[in-house]
């Protein structure tokens, strides 16, 4: 729920991949690292249909989408890329009475793009790819 990461070989127990997502600031490009906080709350997660990505939804109301394909990148073993962050316009006011939220997640039969579904603002589609 805070945002940590754990990618297992249950077969060999083994541990893939372990990165704290959104503190690692290597997770991010330069122009994403304005979008982001350390102290997230995950609300929803939800693994594409090909398996190489991982959609969030934060207390923020963001989307993020995260790279998780480990065995075709050489990446550090705490670095998972973020390919994509989606920031919903909110009201100040709408913020201050917790009137928006995140409701759901789900991906495209393509793992292409990711709809959001909101309470209180109208809900959007991410494209991830």
């Not at 923020?60 to 973020?82: G, Q």
């Not at 994509?84 to 393509?110: F, M």
Request: net charge negative; charged share 25%; hydrophobic share 35%.
């Amino acid at each position: 729920m805070e945002g940590t990461l754990n990618i297992w070989d249950a077969g060999e127990s083994i541990n893939l991949k372990s990165s704290e997502l959104f503190a690692t600031s290597a997770n991010f490009t330069e122009d994403m690292k304005d979008n982001v906080s350390k102290n997230v709350l995950i609300f929803n997660a939800v693994l594409s249909p090909n398996g190489k990505y991982l959609a969030l939804g934060d207390d923020f109301c963001r989307v993020s989408i995260w790279r998780i394909d480990y065995e075709n990148t050489s990446d550090a073993k705490d670095i998972v890329k973020c390919v994509a962050i989606y920031k919903p316009d909110i009201k100040e006011e709408d913020k201050q009475n917790d009137s928006v939220g995140i409701c759901d997640l789900k991906w495209d039969y393509q793992s292409k793009s990711v709809s959001a579904s909101y309470y209180g603002i109208e809900s959007v589609i991410v494209e991830a790819v």
